[in-house]
């Protein structure tokens, strides 16, 4: 990942106010501003062939892309957030922070955050690529089953990146413990998709994190029971 991921200062005009929404980009720490022309480029203009996970109400939609690195393709994973119809300024600097919030969590168990894009009205997280997919993936369409240690191995990790969202967050996880959030990397360690939903700061019509699940108690009594 080296020296090709390392903190930018961009420009940024609006497509959707055609006009500058900050004069310049403030330094994020460990992560990357990309414009939509990286992205396009990068999954060869978000072709069908690139999706990763998705295409339906329930999953997000990833798309792997490269990223030209000094001396190599750097594979990634782009998530394509919801378009949102409320094109003002405050709904760009919301996302923008959201994006940010989320590059400050670092933990072996979730998918590391490279950098974000949010110029148009459609806004895009880019991850680290996991090669070995989710373990919805492995449940459901692998016709091999997972051996017993490889099972064992992938809940150890989930167990501590759950842990470690509880540690710094105290934030259940209904919303987002899902089978297709847990990604696998090439040695099968679990990894959780994090998007820290309990914050809810986006605009009401559109969301990275969508809310799909709620346990029983915590939708009618406001909070999870433990």
């Known amino acids: 990942m080296g020296n090709g ?26 992560l990357r501003i990309f414009s939509v022309e990286e992205l396009k480029k990068a999954t060869k203009e978000f072709k069908k062939e690139r999706v990763v996970e998705g295409e339906d109400t329930y999953v997000q939609t990833f798309y792997k892309g490269y990223i030209d690195e000094t001396t190599s393709k750097l594979p990634v994973s782009v998530m394509e957030g919801l ?35 949010c110029e148009d009205n459609r806004p895009l997280l880019v ?10 993936h492995h449940i459901y369409q692998k016709e091999e089953a997972l051996r017993w240690g490889t099972r064992v191995k992938i809940a150890s990790g989930i167990a501590q990146g759950v842990a470690f969202i509880h540690s710094i967050k105290n934030s259940p996880l209904n919303q987002e413990f899902r089978l297709h959030n847990i990604l696998l990397d090439e040695q099968y360690n679990a990894k959780l998709l994090y998007l820290d939903s309990k914050k809810q700061s986006w605009p009401e019509d559109w969301t990275f994190a969508e809310t799909i699940y709620k346990s029983p108690e915590n939708m009618f009594a406001g909070r999870p029971k433990y």
């Open 5 to 30: 991921l390392k903190s930018c200062k961009q420009k940024h005009t609006s497509s959707l106010l055609n006009t500058p929404l900050l004069e310049e980009e403030e330094e994020v720490e460990n």
């Open 127 to 136: 991850f680290e690529y996991l090669q070995n997919e989710s373990l919805e």
């Open 83 to 117: 378009v949102y119809s409320q094109k003002s300024l405050e709904d760009w600097k919301i996302s923008k922070e959201e994006a940010e919030s989320l590059g400050d969590i670092s933990h072996p168990n979730l998918v590391k955050l490279l950098g974000y894009c």
